[in-house]
Nanobody, 124 residues
Framework: QVQLVESGGGLVQAGGSLRLSCVAS????????MGWYRQASGKQRELVAT???????NYADSVKGRFTVSRDNARNTVYLQMNSLKPEDTAVYYC??????????????????WGQGTQVTVSS
């Protein structure tokens, strides 16, 4: 199993910035996609931003130009830099990994995983 642990959430005023981090519990040799989703109260979980193993990124229209997803392979960490935050960005943010290839003993195994979520609250 690969655990993903998010951090960096909190309370910020509109127009402010936060950086979310997602650390994997094992060294990831490769993956299909890693990224961030969010779920606001009473709403369905939605995609925020993803990055594929080759480095290409994808963003929800609502965050384009304000959010940046990146990955530090040496630290097994995915980041979400959030700038110009708006009250409508308030949600629990979840890290996700799909097709993560890790070493388990003498074998390579593939896992999908979600983090536990971190709350982001943007006040007006």
């Amino acid at each position: 199993q690969v655990q993903l642990v998010e951090s960096g959430g909190g309370l910020v005023q509109a127009g402010g910035s936060l950086r979310l981090s997602c650390v994997a519990s094992r060294t990831i040799f490769s993956f299909n996609t890693m990224g961030w989703y969010r779920q606001a109260s009473g709403k369905q979980r939605e995609l925020v931003a993803t990055i594929i193993s080759g480095g290409s990124t994808n963003y929800a229209d609502s965050v384009k130009g304000r959010f940046t997803v990146s990955r530090d392979n040496a630290r097994n960490t995915v980041y979400l830099q959030m700038n110009s935050l708006k009250p409508e960005d308030t949600a629990v943010y979840y890290c996700n990994g799909v097709g993560m290839i890790v070493s388990v003993g003498p074998s390579l195994r593939t896992y999908d995983s979600w983090g536990q979520g971190t709350q982001v609250t943007v006040s007006s």
